[in-house]
């Protein structure tokens, strides 16, 4: 086991043994779990959804990390998050990227804000919508610099997501879906700094998510998340397919198979997605 994923083992470890009971104000799966970014919501997507259980009357935290290890880069994410009241979520969450081919790392921290807007995820007739803010702040961007990035310290994110799930839809299993629409100069998520010389402006791009609930402790599904190219290397749209285990509201597990295509000109970049989401209340 390599020793950064035994680290985040161990600290994800360390939160949920002062696990206490999640909140009681949702369904369990509904919560969804923290993608990439810190955010409630699938693995590389964030949902509509907030991150915990709790009610309009309560108050939730968890915390999560996820290893994304592809052919020539390893992405380890920790993080915490809280939601108030099924209004508000606050996120903070950390990337460090080993260079597996070049050496050396890539580091920067993602503080994320997330308000509902409208609606319920299951029980409004229209779709639960919330917009959300990612401000992303680079720990050195020298090789963003390199690459040709306008800015090497710090970008936001804003996005407007639409989340619904679907009693009974398919076959007598619940389905769930999302479409999230980001305005963004991230280059592969902000590590290799933001805007550059090919696009330098603010782009709305498309992110999808889509899920079938084969019981309440098992979703199956795909994602999608479209890239800018503000560096012309070719960076490609995102795309996973992943099963999450979720045995109580306590505790989550993902795996995927995540198709990254072209970062930093390294092609059909491709490997495992692991991810533990743990509800400390």
Known sequence: M?????????FFLSLVSIIVQAGDGKLIGTAGLNQIEG????GIVPWATLAGYDSQQEISVNAFTTQVDVDDYRLNVMGVSASFYDRLEVS???H????????????????????RLYGDVIYSIWPQVSVGFQHKNLDDGSIAAA??????????????????????ALAGFNTVWTVTARATKANQLGLLGFGGTNNDSYQ?????????????HLVVGVEYRQ????????EDDWFDIFVSYIPNKNLSITLAWA?????????????????????LW
């Open 2 to 10: 390599h020793s950064s994923w035994r680290k985040s083992w161990l």
């Open 39 to 42: 955010s409630g919501g699938g």
């Open 92 to 94: 903070v969450a950390q």
């Open 96 to 115: 460090r990227i080993d260079l597996k081919t070049l050496g050396g790392e890539i580091k920067q921290n993602i503080y994320g804000l997330k308000y």
């Open 147 to 168: 690459l040709g990035a306008a800015d090497t310290s710090s970008g936001n994110d804003i996005y407007l997501a639409a989340s619904k799930i679907h009693l009974g």
């Open 204 to 216: 709305i791009m498309a992110e999808a998510s889509a899920g079938v609930l084969f019981s309440r």
């Open 227 to 234: 890239k800018p190219d503000n560096l012309d290397l070719g």
């Open 259 to 279: 198709e990254l295509g072209s970062i930093a000109a390294a092609q059909q970049q491709k490997g495992l997605y692991l991810s533990l989401n743990g509800q």
